[in-house]
């Protein structure tokens, strides 16, 4: 999409484990060194033409 576009993060039941951002194309860097961190249910937005990759921060333990 050409302009900017809003969304809300998901808000996972039985987590309190936020969100971070990975990668984001409208910063020169793209990748990011350290991902930034995003409460369940935050309003981000997404420039034009461009890409946001998010992991949810899931207890790394029980993720195989």
Same mark, same amino acid.
């Given at each position: ?28 860097? /793209? ?5 930034? =961190? !995003?409460?369940?249910?935050? @309003?981000?937005? $997404?420039? /034009? ?5 998010? =992991? !949810?921060?899931?207890?790394? @333990?029980?993720? $195989?």
């Amino acid at each position: 999409h050409h302009e900017p576009v809003d969304f809300t993060l998901p808000r996972l039941k039985g987590s309190r484990a936020g969100w971070e951002l990975l990668i984001d194309t409208t910063r020169e860097e /793209g990748f990011l060194d350290a991902p930034s =961190r !995003h409460a369940n249910a935050a @309003k981000l937005s $997404v420039g /034009g033409r461009s890409v946001m990759v998010l =992991r !949810h921060g899931l207890d790394r @333990k029980s993720v $195989v």
